[in-house]
């Protein structure tokens, strides 16, 4: 018995015989009309050779239309530009006519990380944080008006390359702590100072030190130093700064040996003295404010100017206990300062040699004090050293290097070597603008997003503070890869 399925092709069979036969004999019929005689396999062979030469040509004619279409697009000018791995990216505008061709599917952007967006009318953008670096083609697959099911999409293929984030170049290299003088790479620290007697909240301290990725790159130490104290005791805080020339083999242990030497000093001269005490109450509550200011300038110059010295003199000993060394060796800047709150308000006195910066800022209020001025050597760009003789070759020389101030409050006192200051500024001209130290300040706050680097938290009692210091100081600048160390009484 036949199945239904062997029925079925019969029945098609049978009807496609028919329909054969029925244009054979319309073709036979318009044949003979034109006055051209043929026998039935004459007219079936000219269908079959008819219907051949239209479908070739009808192919051909297709072709021609797909041809058309894709040599237009290829002719646009669609080009986007670069990416940067690691970086937010939006391409420009691409478009498609909207009137000739309907974009199907965009390849080759998932290996990047990237994806396309589509408007309404067309527009295409390509957008996202890329993943990979390397060059790559996008391939826009599209149809084309009188496109049908069964034929192939076109493609447009645009080329696209992302490049390397400079910061992925940089190799971060230990240092070897076999070398001489060895320091750790990165530190920070936290200083928490319990509220005074009548509960109110005192001033913290906090400091992060990095190395620069110029010495990371190639396995160096970190040539810059801070120290941090505050005593329970009086209420004096000591807060030192330095950052070892780059060109001195071992100004890594000159800026140890300077920040340890200076609060050393101003400890034990601060500890159960009085004296300054009582000149700065004397000056504040002075009519004639001159000759009052001159006697607390020399009391200062007592602690902090021969703190200084004390240094100087540390190192140069240090010079000569080692092997095949001099006092240049150990070059280093330094920032000090020393202050305490008074009834009256702050008291901050300052000694400072060499680049950086060191500021009192007071954002409400909208001032700012410098605690001295960067100073050069004899060429521009060449910095001052602690180490150097004729910074204590006089007095007078050495008195410009101190200041001091009273002020009612601050939000900050912040000391700084150049590898933050630099690109925090840019000029020392920068240094005396409050806009800039608006701006730095705001930075510390909101951190660098491009960079991924969170802002710090300067509260009371947010001992986190220091390594979120620490994380901020690994901000991207362009050219700046110098060791960064900050210090900050807030």
Not at 234 to 255: E, H, M, P, T
Not at 289 to 315: C, F, P
Not at 376 to 387: H, K, Y
Not at 421 to 445: C, H, R, V, Y
Request: charged residues 25%.
């Amino acid at each position: 018995m036949m199945s239904q399925h062997k029925k079925n092709k019969e029945f098609w069979r049978s009807k496609n015989d028919l329909i054969k036969v029925d244009m054979s004999r319309q073709i036979a019929a318009l044949l003979t009309s034109n006055q051209i005689l043929t026998s039935a396999a004459e007219a079936s062979d000219f269908i079959n050779w008819a219907v051949r030469d239209a479908w070739d040509r009808y192919q051909q004619y297709v072709m021609d239309q797909r041809r058309v279409i894709e040599n237009e697009i290829n002719a646009l000018p669609l080009k986007i530009s670069n990416a940067t791995r690691g970086k937010e990216y939006l391409s420009e505008n691409i478009q498609l006519p909207s009137d000739k061709v309907t974009v199907v599917s965009i390849e080759g952007l998932d290996e990047v990380g990237l994806n396309a967006v589509t408007t309404d009318d067309g527009i295409i953008r390509v957008q996202g944080i890329p993943t990979e670096a390397g060059d790559f083609i996008i391939t826009i697959l599209y149809k084309y008006i009188g496109w049908f099911d069964g034929q192939p999409l076109l493609e447009r293929k645009i080329p696209f390359a992302v490049n390397h984030n400079p910061r992925d170049l940089w190799k971060d290299i230990p240092t070897s702590k076999d070398v001489p003088y060895f320091k750790e790479d990165k530190v920070c620290e936290y200083v928490k100072v319990e509220a005074g007697p009548d509960g109110t909240p005192l001033k913290d301290m906090v400091a992060a030190s990095n190395r620069g990725r110029s010495h990371a790159q190639e396995g160096k130490p970190r040539d810059d130093h801070f120290q941090l104290f505050h005593s329970n005791d009086n209420g004096w805080y000591i807060i030192a700064v330095a950052d070892g020339a780059g060109s001195a083999k071992f100004s890594r242990k000159g800026s140890e040996i300077a920040c340890r030497s200076v609060v050393d000093y101003c400890k034990g001269k601060l500890t159960g003295d009085s004296d300054l005490e009582e000149k700065i109450q004397d000056y504040y509550g002075a009519e004639n404010e001159t000759s009052l200011r001159k006697t607390v300038g020399d009391v200062v110059y007592g602690i902090v100017g021969n703190a200084a010295y004390s240094a100087h003199k540390a190192i140069a000993e240090a010079a000569k206990q080692a092997e095949d060394a001099n006092l240049k060796d150990f070059a280093t800047t330094l920032l000090l300062s020393i202050c305490k709150k008074f009834d009256f308000g702050w008291f901050v006195a300052s000694f400072w040699v060499g680049d950086g910066a060191m500021c009192i800022y007071n954002k409400e209020a909208q001032t700012f004090k410098l605690l001295g001025t960067p100073d050069e050597g004899e060429f521009s760009g060449q910095t001052r050293f602690l180490t150097m003789p004729e910074i204590f070759a006089d007095t007078a020389s050495l008195y410009k290097r101190l200041r001091f101030e009273i002020v009612d409050d601050f939000t900050a006192l912040m000391m700084m070597t150049d590898g933050v200051s630099d690109p925090m500024f840019g000029t020392d001209a920068n240094l005396n603008d409050i806009n800039k130290w608006n701006e730095f300040w705001d930075s510390l706050q909101t951190g660098f997003a491009e960079d991924e680097i969170p802002g710090v938290e300067l509260t009371d009692n947010n001992e986190a503070s220091k390594d979120q210091l620490l994380r901020w100081l690994d901000f991207w600048s362009p050219g700046e890869h110098d060791d960064r160390t900050i210090a900050i009484l807030y």
